[in-house]
């Protein structure tokens, strides 16, 4: 009996450590941080402070980490936002259609009217949805418990993009509360 115990609290720990999500760490691109921090406002009107680590779909695993893919001038262009280049988005909640119109509002005032992007032909988001399970409107987050949860954009009222997040010496992504790194032990300035 005591090998038997022994053997399953064996199997649980190696289970349990391949379940552990990876640290997020503050990374730049091309002079872009991300995760980048987000207040989302739900339907209900409840807020939550999240830690944007990605963007992807429902059926993929995979998500983009520095940028919003996009469709604009009606569908016929595409666009790369880059997350710390956001200010707000709204208007995801009231989308009839994929094909419908929701508004990026950027950091220097400027407001984009456009629709969603959808993964084809491999890794990239680029081009029209087919099938809701692969538009790109899924955020991949990181909440206070350090917990991963996807959220999809239409189910949101509005996201409030706050900027990067700060950093343990590291470079693991910190919620700006954190008084100790989680990963490190030290204290935060």
Known sequence: MKKWIAALAGICTAVCAQAQPSNVKLVEQNGHLSPVAIKVTYLTGQTRNLMLAGIGSKLKDSYFTHQLVVRGDGGVSQRSLWLDSIASIHGTATLRTMGDEFTVTLKDGKQVPVMFAAFHDG???????????????????????????????????????????????????MFEHWRYSPFTGERLQ
């Open 123 to 173: 890794e990239q988001c680029s081009g029209e949805p087919v099938h809701d399970g692969y538009t790109c409107n899924v955020f991949y987050v990181r909440n206070e418990d350090d917990g991963q949860e996807k959220i999809e954009l239409r189910k949101v009222k509005s996201v409030e993009f706050l900027g990067p997040v700060r950093k343990d010496k590291a470079g693991n992504a």
